[in-house]
């Protein structure tokens, strides 16, 4: 049974600061694994995926990297901002096509300050 | 234009009640979900429906059902309530990945 587990829970740093968040899995028979966003209030947006075949995806100051063998994944920030506080979630897709099996961690939240 | 839209945002009720919540899509996706975040803030999947059929059952009650009247609606109908559905529940939409969530509706069971 697939298990996702992300480290910190919480994490404060200061405006500027590079950041990783980690995410590791249970099974390495993955099809691909997913970054989401979460504001308070609101549902999850995705921010990136990274196919079991690639290593990583980048999209603006967003950097995830894949390690399919040692069963981990990182959600790189750079220059983080205040509008970047949220939780920030990973989930492993074990399947082609539908999302109906995909396992989330319990996520991240990530606070900014100015 | 909202993507995914569910409605109520916030949803108080006793025990015992039957209650329902209504999501649609407006992106053309061929299946959506229904997901439950607990109170440890945990997601997981309680259905999906793809063009009206159910192709994925987790162990829920069967006091919740799903409800698709057509490709870009499907509702969750809820008896019974217990204090122990209390929980927000995200409806979601794809076509293949990545999921697109709606805003969650709150549910308390008083």
């Known amino acids: 049974k697939q298990e996702v587990t992300q480290i910190p829970a919480a994490l404060s740093v200061p405006e500027g600061e590079n950041l990783v968040l980690n995410c590791s899995f249970t099974?390495?028979?993955?099809?691909?694994l997913q970054w989401f966003r979460q504001d308070p209030g609101k549902g999850l947006t995705s921010l990136l995926l990274?196919?079991?075949?690639?290593r990583e995806q980048t999209s603006g100051r967003l950097n995830a990297s894949l390690d399919k063998s040692s069963g981990r994944s990182t959600l790189y920030i750079a220059a983080s901002q205040p509008g970047d506080s949220a939780t920030y979630l990973c989930?492993?897709?074990?399947?082609?096509?539908?999302?109906?099996?995909?396992?989330f961690g319990k996520g991240t939240k990530l606070t900014v300050n100015p | 234009d909202t993507a995914v839209s569910q409605t109520p945002k916030y949803l108080v009720t006793q025990m015992g009640n039957d209650k329902s919540i209504k999501c649609e899509q407006n992106?053309?996706?061929?299946?959506m979900y229904w997901y439950k975040q607990d109170s440890k803030k945990f997601l997981k999947i309680m259905f999906s429906?793809?063009?009206?059929?159910?192709?994925i059952n987790e162990t829920v009650p069967n006091r919740f059902s799903p409800k698709s009247p057509d490709k870009a609606h499907l509702n969750l109908h809820i008896n019974s309530l217990e204090l122990g559905d209390s929980a927000v529940y995200f409806c979601a939409s794809s076509q293949d990945s990545p999921l697109h969530f709606g805003n969650g509706t709150r549910l308390t069971v008083t």
């Open positions: 429906y793809n063009n009206k059929e159910l192709i």
């Open positions: 099974d390495s028979a993955i099809y691909n």
């Open positions: 990274i196919q079991s075949s690639q």
């Open positions: 992106l053309g996706h061929d299946t």
């Open positions: 989930a492993a897709d074990p399947t082609q096509g539908g999302s109906e099996k995909l396992v």
